[in-house]
């Protein structure tokens, strides 16, 4: 039977610590030789821009010894309006595994729901579960743990605050959420992990006050993939929101900063705060590399049986 990650919920905590564990070991080198996919072949379906995801995925799938097919959306027929279904029935015929980047999630449930391969979300506008993955193991390394941490998360209530949202419920993390009032995470995703969650998930106004307590200090940026029109108005609201060196002045001494990248410089987060000594940033991008070539693994290895 084969398994998606379409959000964090399709992973047991188990299997989370798991893949991080695994994804660490992927990382020191060993088994540098073995090629687990040999012969197999994962598809790309891309319909937004990516630098990282679309990276690291492809060199992932070749050290791995499988062939990587990047696909953009609107030079395959579904650009000129084959479904959604027919294209993941086919495109099941011929690859192991696809991993998809695109709008709305919904599209992304119809693409699994016709297809019998694994099917990753490379990122939606609300989940990006992937990017999560690689930010625990990040944690983990640089802490050294996940549960207890205080994790406080400055700025849009976005897709990869979505995906932190259920990572921290599920791996007892303490996450704060600052944004402006009307940019809060989706509320579905909130009262969810709320529910099942063993450690406080808390939404606040105050940056200063919800990098307060922080061991980690997130941001990303203020307009997403498909938000332009409104960048204006969003840069506005969240000039308050900024990662700078006033802002991290009330976290712990010790605090590390993360950001999913890309980056928009002296907006988000300041040169001085990403460039300096507590940014773990591209440790954090190495650690997609190592986390999905885990999840590959994990995913694809055996999905045909
Ligand atoms: N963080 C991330 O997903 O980056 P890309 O948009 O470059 O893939
Ligand atoms: N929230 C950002 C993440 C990019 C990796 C976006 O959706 O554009």
Not at 49 to 73: D, W
Request: proline share 4%; charged share 30%; with cysteine.
């Amino acid at each position: 039977m084969k398994r998606d990650l379409l959000t964090l919920w399709d992973l047991s905590p188990e299997e989370i610590g798991a893949l991080i564990g695994r994804a660490m070991q992927l990382r020191s080198g060993e088994d540098r030789n073995r090629c687990p996919l040999m012969g197999k072949s994962v598809g790309l379906l891309f319909e937004k821009a990516s630098t990282r995801t679309r990276v690291s995925f492809e060199a992932g799938i070749y050290q791995l010894g499988a062939q990587a097919i990047y696909m953009n959306a609107m030079e395959l027929q579904m650009g000129r309006g084959e479904t959604i279904e027919d294209t993941a029935r086919t495109l099941s015929r011929y690859l192991d595994s696809i991993i998809i980047r695109t709008s709305e999630h919904s599209r992304l449930e119809r693409f699994a729901l016709s297809a019998d391969i694994p099917v990753i979300n490379g990122l939606s506008n609300s989940h990006h579960p992937c990017q999560v993955l690689a930010d625990l193991m990040t944690i983990r390394e640089k802490k050294g743990r996940l549960k207890g941490i205080h994790l406080a998360f400055i700025g849009d209530g976005n897709n990869v605050a979505n995906s932190l949202i259920e990572a921290a419920c599920r791996m007892e993390i303490n996450l704060v959420i600052a944004c402006p009032e009307g940019y809060e995470p989706d509320p579905d995703v909130l009262e969810r992990a709320r529910e099942a969650a063993r450690s406080e998930i808390l939404m606040l106004a105050d940056p200063r006050e919800a990098a307060g307590r922080a061991d980690v200090i997130y941001t990303d940026v203020w307009v997403s993939m498909g938000q332009e029109r409104e960048a204006e108005e969003r840069k506005r609201r969240f000039k308050p929101y900024q990662v700078n060196d006033a802002l991290l002045s009330c976290a712990k001494k010790d605090a590390i900063v993360m950001h999913c990248l890309p980056a928009h410089r002296g907006e988000e987060i300041t040169d001085e705060v990403i460039d300096g000594p507590r940014s773990v940033v591209f440790d954090q991008a190495e650690n997609r590399l190592h986390s999905q070539k885990a999840l590959l693994e994990f995913l694809v290895q055996d999905s045909r049986g």
